[in-house]
Nanobody, 124 residues
Framework: QVQLVESGGGLVQAGGSLRLSCAAS????????MGWFRQAPGKEREFVAAISWSGGLTYYADSVKGRFTIFRDNAKNTVDLQMRSLKPEDTAVYYC?????????????????WGQGTQVTVSS
């Protein structure tokens, strides 16, 4: 059993910041990577950022590189996403994901578990 629970979403003005958090429980020893995806209305769920569980290597989508930072705490089984300089196009439901097979987790098809999602809305 693996459960992922996101928190930290909300409404923020353009240029502002938010920090999302994901808490994992269950068979966390099987994790290779954890990350974040997002889905806006009418669009496919897309990759945002990921981090390998053992080495802490990070990966970012081009659209967020330089603005978003992903962190993980192996002891607490949590992964956070610090979002800065937010833009209206960042508005989406953000999902925490984990993979028991891949270290990079850059595709939604590589995710094995998903959180319920948290809404992020950026106003102009």
């Amino acid at each position: 059993q693996v459960q992922l629970v996101e928190s930290g979403g909300g409404l923020v003005q353009a240029g502002g910041s938010l920090r999302l958090s994901c808490a994992a429980s269950g068979r966390t020893s099987s994790f290779f990577a954890m990350g974040w995806f997002r889905q806006a209305p009418g669009k496919e769920r897309e990759f945002v950022a990921a981090i390998s569980w053992s080495g802490g290597l990070t990966y970012y989508a081009d659209s967020v590189k330089g603005r978003f930072t992903i962190f993980r705490d192996n002891a607490k089984n949590t992964v956070d996403l610090q979002m800065r300089s937010l833009k209206p196009e960042d508005t989406a439901v953000y999902y925490c994901a984990s993979s028991g097979r891949y270290y990079k987790l850059q595709s939604r098809y590589e995710a094995d578990y998903w959180g319920q999602g948290t809404q992020v809305t950026v106003s102009s």
